[in-house]
């Protein structure tokens, strides 16, 4: 979603619920936050226009969504392009932030 490039990008595995179980997901929270509001308030500048937004889904309440997306491990963060996904960043490994805004910014 660079450039002007209309797209959203959602995390898939990282919900308030997960926060409590899985600390792979937890300690990607406050980044992926973070990221998604700067991300957001740069790149939508249009009144009634959002071309990139950034969600999170709990696939311990959501699990028919994270099945049907392929989530598999833990934080996933799918990256979409006109409702396409162009790429996949899975986490769970040591400095999952730095990886994700390495990932995020490449």
Known sequence: ARGGARGSLRGVGGGQGARYWWA?????IQPFEQLGEKWES??????FLQDVRF????????????????VDDYPTVHRYVRGQRVAV??????????????WLEG
């Open 89 to 102: 960043w899975t986490g769970g490994g040591a400095n999952d932030a730095e990886r994700f805004r390495v």
């Open 24 to 28: 792979a997901c937890d300690t990607l």
């Open 42 to 47: 740069e790149r939508n500048v249009g009144v």
């Open 55 to 70: 969600v999170y889904v709990d696939c311990a309440v959501s699990k028919v969504l994270c099945n049907e997306q392929g």
